[in-house]
T-cell receptor, first 113, second 116 residues
């Protein structure tokens, strides 16, 4: 089983739609969680951290379910500019005691006019 | 403000040729530095990380090596490239932003390598 799993998509949605992505992680001791956004052939950029109580940033809402070991990203009122790949990222402690980020393969979103 | 530069942006190399990718960070001191590789349709794979000058940790066995000759310079090298080395190479640096001490990475623009 992969450490971080995401549905690769693509999710094709019309402008204005609400879309949600889930991501599951295998390490129950994972410390922290993030969503990154990656545009085609560009570097990933931090979209938002995911906090235990859930958090919102404008049209974006992130939630964490530790019991079921998944995180989610909800995008409301989708814009054409939201088209990108969304990477789920989990921060774990390695056997060496060092923290390490594990990236999912990403979920591709295509918002259509 | 902090910036991260990576070059070259794109390169095409024959199998067996050497490789050198360079990354520099400005506006910060003693950053944690990372090299990641992203193969087509796959997640980012951590190759190397460095917490200081001359300190390199390798995450996966491979024919690549990394060096950190200066505080804000990180170099990825290979003596002989393989076809499987093709991919999108990303340099990153980190700061600890939240109470959990988690790494939040800022990436360079990447170097796209095609080995023929």
């Amino acid at each position: 089983r992969k450490e971080v799993e995401q549905d690769p998509g693509p999710f094709n949605v019309p402008e204005g739609a609400t879309v949600a992505f889930n991501c599951t992680y295998s390490n129950s001791a994972s410390q922290s969680f993030f969503w990154y956004r990656q545009d085609c052939r560009k570097e990933p950029k931090l979209l938002m951290s995911v906090y235990s109580s859930g958090n919102e940033d404008g049209r974006f809402t992130a939630q964490l379910n530790r019991a079921s070991q998944y995180i989610s990203l909800l995008i409301r009122d989708s814009k054409l500019s939201d088209s990108a790949t969304y990477l789920c990222v989990v921060n774990n402690f390695m056997d060496t005691g060092r923290r390490a980020l594990t990236f999912g393969s990403g979920t591709r979103l295509q918002v259509q006019p | 403000s902090q910036t991260i530069h990576q070059w070259p942006a794109t390169l095409v190399q024959p199998v067996g040729s050497p490789l050198s990718l360079e990354c520099t960070v400005e506006g910060t001191s003693n950053p944690n530095l990372y090299w990641y590789r992203q193969a087509a349709g796959r997640g980012l794979q951590l190759l190397f990380y460095s917490v200081g000058i001359g300190q390199i940790s390798s995450e996966v066995p491979q024919n690549l090596s990394a060096s950190r000759p200066q505080d804000r310079q990180f170099i990825l090298s290979s003596k002989k490239l393989l076809l499987s080395d093709s991919g999108f190479y990303l340099c990153a640096w980190s700061v600890f932003r939240d109470s959990s001490g988690a790494n939040v990475l800022t990436f360079g623009a990447g170097s796209r390598l095609t080995v023929l």
